[in-house]
């Protein structure tokens, strides 16, 4: 397969070239573990996800790195607010090792939940530290760095390739409007490498350096967790549009600055917000959707994965409980007629033809899986995947055990769990569902002979709002999804 990604370098689509052949180095930024992950947060998981598991899928062998920021995230990205680990500690009364511990783990409960493959290698920004300071060192022998009020910062205007990913131009990020909070800084744009001086009297996780005791920055850790382990130059970094004008033009002014090689990363994917109903989500402005309030709503985690996989990932996407209704009615969809071919599929298992699914006129389901390839070649377009995918499972002329084979391969990308639902046949939940159902029509069909409309259209109103459509027809009523 040959992709192409809308490269943020450079702001255009490029046709995707690995620095060494069949090898791909991906470097993915983290969550900062002082919360719950929000769910704009998993949109970003979600789409290194698909990015991986394309490229593996078409043979690419990918190394997946992703870091967990526990140390040095101020609420502001440009060194400014308060350390949000520290913070989030204090409010809950424990350490921040303690608090990092605990939403590392729920992070991956959800990521799990998601069917989001785990990185290759994840990283923990205090396990790091030595490697940090190594690179501070060497950014600092280039003569790119100054020490003010205890700090050690970088210096943009030493680097006249700042802020081309995000077409800053220096002559504004040096001159700026200084904001006030940090009169050390000699340009706006510059930013802290090694803190000494903490807003924090007790800020708990300090380490010796050659710049004092104190603790790093937050950009130092991806430049130095990605070239340790993906080496000084690789392949593809991404995250959210929001990393791209301060923290990844500070990672790609360090990593050069260190190195002194260029392009340090040769493509950056950046996905785009997820918002809700009101605006932005945020977690450090509170109440935001988790995972789990989801579930509580009732919805599989799989429906939000569905729901995101509609929207294009650099194309913004609003958020609301309507619109993964939606995404949860489809799913459902998908999975019965899933099991419907599998039990199809199973009845025909005698003949020699359903034993090997590929023998069976292949063209007739390549043309889908080709579609489906193309789109995830055109900057992983998972709607146009999709799309592909119910053509291919609404096609009755291939055998069933075609389609599975086709929608399975697919499904190796989409992560929608279609292999499993298609082992359960018929699972409980369903059946109870459909003899609920059985008994609304029986209860609707009573109160139209009991001439009390109003009860009859209700009951058809209601079950409408859930998806169900009822069709009465000469054998009674028949209700099906909608
Ligand atoms: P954080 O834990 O704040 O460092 O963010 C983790 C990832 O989520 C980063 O890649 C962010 O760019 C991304 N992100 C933050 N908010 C949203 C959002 N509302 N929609 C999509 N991605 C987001
Ligand atoms: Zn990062």
């Not at 204090?90 to 493959?117: C, H, P, Q, W």
């Not at 904001?179 to 007790?202: C, H, M, Q, Y």
């Not at 799913?331 to 005698?350: E, H, I, M, T």
Request: net charge negative; hydrophobic share 40%; charged share 25%.
């Amino acid at each position: 397969m040959a992709f192409s990604f809308f490269n943020t370098l450079g702001r255009r689509m490029q046709v995707f070239d690995p620095i060494r052949p069949g090898k791909v180095g991906f470097y993915g930024c983290g969550p900062t573990v002082y919360n719950y992950a929000h769910i704009g947060n998993l949109r970003a998981y979600v789409t290194h996800d698909i990015l991986v598991r394309s490229l593996r899928r078409a043979g690419y062998e990918v190394t997946h790195v992703m870091n967990i920021t526990d140390v040095g995230h101020l609420s502001g990205d440009n060194d400014e607010g308060d350390d949000k680990m520290v913070k989030s500690a204090e409010e809950r009364g424990k350490s921040v090792l303690e608090v990092a511990d605990f939403y590392t783990g729920a992070f991956f409960t959800d990521t799990l939940r998601m069917n989001i493959l785990r990185p290759t290698v994840v990283c923990r920004a205090t396990e790091h530290i030595t490697d940090m300071i190594a690179l501070i060192g060497r950014i600092e022998a280039g003569g790119y760095t100054y020490s003010a009020g205890g700090n050690l910062y970088f210096d943009i205007s030493k680097f006249p390739a700042y802020g081309e990913l995000a077409l800053l131009r220096l002559e504004e990020q040096k001159a700026g409007a200084r904001t006030g909070v940090d009169e050390n800084k000699r340009n706006a744009g510059d930013f802290v490498l090694w803190f000494t001086r903490s807003k924090f009297e007790n800020q708990a996780l300090v380490w010796d350096s050659p710049w004092g005791r104190g603790y790093p920055g937050w950009h130092i850790e991806c430049s130095a967790m990605s070239i340790k382990y993906l080496g000084e130059q690789f392949d593809i970094h991404s995250g959210g549009i929001d990393h791209i004008s301060i923290h990844h033009t500070n990672e790609i002014a360090q990593s050069e600055a260190a190195t002194g090689k260029h392009p340090w990363v040769k493509y950056w994917i950046h996905n785009e917000f997820l918002v809700l109903d009101k605006g932005k989500m945020s977690k450090s402005a509170g109440g935001f959707l988790t995972l789990q309030s989801l579930v509580d709503a009732g919805y599989d985690p799989l429906d939000y994965r569905y729901f995101l996989l509609g929207g294009h990932y650099r194309s913004q996407l609003q958020f609301s409980y309507k619109a993964l209704e939606g995404a949860k009615n489809a799913r459902k969809s998908l999975l019965d007629r899933v099991r419907v071919l599998a039990g199809k599929a199973g009845a025909a298992s005698g003949s020699a033809e359903a034993r090997d699914p590929r023998q069976t006129r292949p063209e007739q389901t390549e043309k889908y899986r080709e579609g489906f390839n193309r789109a995830l070649e055109d900057d992983l377009s998972t709607p146009r995947a999709m799309a592909e995918l119910w053509g291919l499972l609404r096609d009755n002329s291939p055998e069933p055990a075609a389609v599975l084979e086709a929608a399975f391969d697919m499904d190796r990308v989409l992560g929608l769990g279609l292999e499993a639902a298609a082992k359960q046949e018929k699972p409980a939940e369903d059946e109870d569902l459909a003899r609920e159902i059985e008994g609304l029509v029986a209860e609707r069909a009573a109160a139209k002979k009991a001439k009390n409309f109003a009860l009859a259209d209700s009951i058809r109103a209601g079950l409408k709002d859930r998806g169900f459509i009822l069709e009465d027809g000469p054998a009674g009523t028949v209700w099906r999804r909608s």
